[in-house]
C-alpha cells in the first residue's frame, strides 16, 4: 500500500509528495527519471531504505501529482525542489536521484551545496562527455514512443539476458500492484521534459565542486546512458565511490533492489565529512591554480 499523498504549495505551485520511514536523521529525498512519478519507485527497493530512514520521494512542478509548469531546463527542475525543500522547512537532507532526477540532483547540489549531506546518482552522468560509448540508436524512437509499455521498459531498462529481462517483469508486476497511483506523466510534461534534457550544457566542468561524499552508481550495460558516464562522474568529483552492477541496465536499481538499498543505506551511515576537508580535496583534485 502507498504511503499517503501529500501536497505542500510552493513558489513553482502545490507539490506532491510520499513520506515513508520514520526516524530523527536527515531524510532522504528522492527524485525521480524521465518520465516518471513518484509512484514509479520499485516497493521493494523503498521498502529497506523506509526500514532504517526517512524517505521523503516528490513530483517536480508539473509532473504526476504536482501542479504548476514543467521547467524546460533542468536548473529550473533544481529549483523546484529547492523550494520544496523551504516549504518544508527542510535546510539539510541526503539526496538522491535517478536518471533525468540524477542530473537534477546535481544542478541541486552545485546550487545549495550546503543543504545536501550526501549525494547519490545513479544511471545518470554529468552531461558533456562527448567520448566514450554512446547510447543505444534506437533509444530515441523508443523514448518517444507515446506510451512505454513492457517491451519498451525491458529494453530501455535492463539488460538483454533472460535473467536480467525476468528481474524486468517481476519489477513491473510489483510497480502494477502500487495502488492509488499518481496521473501518468501528460504529453506536455513530457516535451518539456525532453528540452530540458536536450538543451542542458551538463556540469562536467564543475564536478570538482562536489564537496560532500558522493556515491554514483549504475548497470554495466545501460543503453541510455553509458555506464562511462558515470566513471567521469566518479573520476572528476573529488569524493565519489562508484559501484557497477553485472548483466544489469538502467534499471539496476530494481534489479538488484535489496543489494543497492543496502549499499545505500552503508553510504548514508558513514562517518560525517566536514565541508572543509571536502573542500580541500576538491583542491588537491583540481590541481593548484597558475
Do not use: C
Not at 200 to 222: E, H, I, K, Y
Amino acid at each position: 500500500m502507498s504511503s499517503p499523498l501529500e501536497h505542500v504549495e510552493t513558489a513553482h505551485g502545490r507539490i506532491a509528495y510520499r513520506r515513508d520511514g520514520e526516524g530523527d536523521g536527515l531524510p532522504l529525498v528522492l527524485l525521480q527519471r524521465f518520465r516518471g512519478t513518484i509512484d514509479d519507485w520499485d516497493p521493494d527497493f523503498l521498502a529497506p531504505l523506509a526500514a532504517q530512514r526517512r524517505i521523503i520521494r516528490l513530483d517536480n512542478a508539473g509532473i504526476g501529482g504536482s501542479d504548476g509548469t514543467v521547467p524546460d531546463t533542468v536548473d529550473g527542475m533544481a529549483e523546484v525542489v529547492l523550494s520544496f525543500l523551504d516549504a518544508l522547512g527542510l535546510s539539510r537532507v541526503d539526496l538522491m536521484g535517478w536518471s533525468l532526477g540524477g542530473f537534477v540532483a546535481q544542478h541541486v547540489a552545485l546550487a545549495a551545496p550546503e543543504r545536501i549531506r550526501r549525494l547519490i546518482i545513479s544511471g545518470s552522468g554529468p552531461g558533456g562527455v562527448s567520448e566514450g560509448p554512446q547510447p543505444d540508436p534506437r533509444v530515441p524512437g523508443v523514448m518517444a514512443h507515446p506510451k512505454n509499455g513492457a517491451a519498451d521498459f525491458l529494453f530501455l531498462f535492463f539488460a538483454p539476458s533472460a535473467s536480467s529481462r525476468a528481474a524486468g517483469t517481476a519489477s513491473l508486476e510489483r510497480l502494477a500492484r502500487v495502488e492509488a497511483r499518481v496521473p501518468e506523466v501528460t504529453a506536455a510534461a513530457f516535451t518539456a521534459q525532453l528540452k530540458a534534457i536536450g538543451q542542458s550544457p551538463g556540469v562536467r566542468d564543475r564536478l570538482g565542486q562536489f564537496t560532500m561524499p558522493v556515491l554514483v552508481a549504475n548497470g554495466a550495460q545501460d543503453v541510455m546512458i553509458p555506464a562511462y558516464r558515470s566513471y567521469v562522474i566518479a573520476q572528476e568529483a573529488p569524493n565519489a565511490k562508484l559501484i557497477l552492477y553485472p548483466n544489469a541496465g538502467h534499471g539496476f536499481l530494481f534489479q538488484y533492489a535489496e543489494d543497492f538499498a543496502d549499499e545505500v543505506n552503508r553510504f548514508l551511515a558513514g562517518p560525517e565529512t566536514t565541508t572543509a576537508a571536502a573542500a580541500h580535496r576538491s583542491d588537491l583534485h583540481q590541481g593548484p591554480t597558475p
